[in-house]
């Protein structure tokens, strides 16, 4: 019998070291704003704006904020001016 | 956008990401790539870019409930990470048969390219460390597009899995810099990219005759660029293992190219009329350098009897019109990386042509017409067409068509190495972004 005895060879990333937790949710959407963030890629934004018209149907009085910077990722100053203006956002990625 | 959500939760904002298809592991990559693990998405079938606008409704519908839950339900949080620093123990009948089951393990993980591994033992990677004068846990960079971490042990590792010699390793640590100096963070994703984005790395200086590394007949197999393929290689296995560049999971490409059994070539320096490739960036002659090239294509461009500079180069130019343009902006955002044989280059060169006339030749000749530069992109409702461009929808078909205008903005945006052997063949390849040169003579013993 041989025993073979192999180093992993695979790093781990600075990312998963150093997460982030996720925010903490709202219990409803009702009279909360949503905002949409569009990476520009055909179809994404008919996506997004048919999600944010069923937030709409589903809950009270809930405001929808329409984003993109016609490419992704999205410019800084855009993400951050949506999450300064929104209580929830919802973005489309494709390819 | 999993990158732009990510934004959003540290802004204290749940943000939530609506992923097509197969993208599903991409997030999962990205999100630990980008530190959240704990990322919040939902899946839809189909990529939203070529559907139909109802379906693209339709679809959406489908999912509204699991979008509701995942921007006001709590948050479990993801599984922990792999572990990537134990060794892996494996027992066989005799040590071929516990390489071979190490092997299949492997292959099983995706963590190899598919063809036969060297045993990373304790011993081999030890062996492999005398070719740098860098300490193990030296951390040489943050590798994209996983951002794992690249120590020199890891980089050692996968040197020794691709077959290479400890004095390989201090090219395949300077290529692994030089990837995480690529482009901006734009530049870096075009690695995740649907399209077949590879990694070419050109080495030059004294290094290249030391290694035999192979600067004629240099992208192909055989007796002759084995050195060319093993550092290669051990390359494309740290951007696997360490930049985390796992097909359908960071590597998103939809076909796949051979490229990415990516091949590290050496500059004709001898048979060059000019200054090699790293003089051109700011190194010394007699310094040792690797140039990575993120390449997007490569096709071949035969002259049959050009022996004039113009004739030769017009040939060259005329062959570089192909592909996409960017209308993002007044740039185009196309390179070209050109290598020149031998006998494209004596002749260009002996005749008075400069390397950086050639350039200036190339870019004035390589005109093409805009409309089917920009066919693949439907200009109505896109919103990657900048105020610069708009005028363009008002043009009918013909009209676009009849636009001429140069492949390249500038005589910068063309890369040119002399390489390959006798005859009058170059391969030009799309390109960018910008090539990075990193020394190599730093890491050495």
Redesign the interface.
């Known amino acids: 019998m041989h025993l073979l005895e192999v180093k992993n060879p695979v790093a781990q990333q600075r990312g998963v070291i150093s997460a982030f937790s996720a925010s903490d949710r709202p219990d409803t959407l009702d009279n909360k704003t949503v905002g949409l963030i569009w990476s520009g890629t055909h179809g994404g934004d008919i996506a997004l704006k048919r999600a944010g018209e069923m937030l709409q149907e589903r809950f009270e009085n809930v405001s929808v904020n329409f984003y993109t910077g016609g490419n992704y990722p999205t410019p800084p100053a855009i993400v951050q001016q949506a999450g300064e203006e929104c209580d929830v956002i919802v973005g489309a990625t494709a390819d | 956008?999993?990158?732009?959500?990510?934004?959003?939760?540290?802004?204290?904002?749940?943000?939530?990401?609506?992923?097509?298809g197969r993208?599903d592991s991409d997030?999962v990559a990205s999100s630990?790539?980008?530190?959240?693990?704990?990322?919040?998405w939902i899946v839809?079938p189909h990529?939203?870019?070529?559907?139909d606008?109802e379906t693209?409704?339709t679809?959406?519908?489908d999912a509204?409930d699991e979008?509701?839950g995942t921007?006001?339900?709590?948050?479990d949080?993801r599984t922990p990470?792999?572990?990537?620093?134990?060794?892996?123990?494996?027992?066989?009948?005799?040590?071929y048969?516990?390489?071979l089951?190490?092997n299949q393990e492997f292959i099983n993980d995706d963590?190899g390219d598919g063809l036969f591994l060297h045993?990373?033992?304790?011993e081999a990677?030890a062996e492999m460390l005398t070719g740098t004068n860098l300490p193990p846990d030296h951390a040489v960079c943050?590798?994209p597009p996983?951002?794992?971490?690249?120590?020199v042990?890891?980089i050692a590792?996968?040197a020794v899995?691709a077959g290479a010699k400890p004095e390989h390793l201090p090219v395949v640590i300077a290529a692994v810099k030089a990837l995480s100096k690529i482009g901006g963070?734009?530049g870096k994703?075009l690695l995740m990219s649907?399209s077949p984005q590879a990694p070419l790395l050109i080495v030059n200086g004294p290094v290249t005759k030391n290694l035999g590394l192979n600067a004629r007949s240099a992208l192909g197999p055989g007796r002759d660029n084995q050195v060319n393929t093993i550092i290669g290689r051990a390359f494309a296995?740290c951007f696997r293992?360490?930049g985390?560049w796992y097909p359908n999971k960071m590597d998103?490409d939809t076909i796949g190219t051979s490229r990415k059994f990516i091949q590290c070539i050496a500059e004709n320096e001898d048979a060059s009329p000019w200054d090699p490739f790293h003089v051109d960036q700011g190194f010394k002659a007699n310094e040792s350098t690797v140039s990575v090239f993120v390449t997007d294509g490569e096709l071949d461009i035969q002259d049959q009897g050009n022996h004039t500079a113009e004739g030769l180069l017009k040939n060259l130019a005329y062959g570089s019109i192909f592909g996409t343009r960017s209308l993002?902006g007044e740039k185009g955002g196309v390179e070209r990386l050109i290598l020149m044989p031998p006998d494209v280059a004596r002749p260009v060169g002996s005749q008075g042509f400069s390397k950086q006339a050639a350039k200036e030749f190339i870019h004035e000749h390589a005109r093409g017409s805009l409309g089917k530069m920009i066919q693949y992109m439907?200009l109505k409702?896109?919103?990657?067409v900048?105020e610069h461009w708009k005028w363009l929808e008002n043009l009918s078909e013909q009209q676009l068509l009849d636009i001429s205008i140069p492949v390249l903005d500038s005589p910068d945006d063309c890369y040119i190495m002399v390489v390959g052997a006798d005859r009058a063949k170059t391969a030009v390849f799309p390109s960018g972004p910008a090539p990075v040169t990193e020394g190599i003579d730093q890491y050495m013993p």
Do not use: W
Request: with cysteine; charged share 20%; proline share 6%.
């Open positions: 956008m999993i990158h732009d959500m990510i934004v959003i939760e540290k802004m204290g904002k749940p943000g939530v990401a609506i992923v097509s993208f997030a630990r790539a980008f530190g959240m693990p704990d990322l919040q839809v990529i939203y870019r070529n559907l606008p693209c409704r679809q959406t519908e509204i979008l509701i921007l006001t339900a709590s948050i949080a990470d792999a572990e990537t620093e134990n060794n892996s123990r494996y027992e066989g009948s005799d040590r048969d516990a390489i089951k190490m963590l045993p990373a033992t304790p990677v943050d590798m996983g951002f794992g971490i690249a120590t042990e890891k590792v996968n899995m963070q734009g994703s649907t296995l293992n360490i985390h998103m993002q439907p409702g896109e919103a990657r900048t």
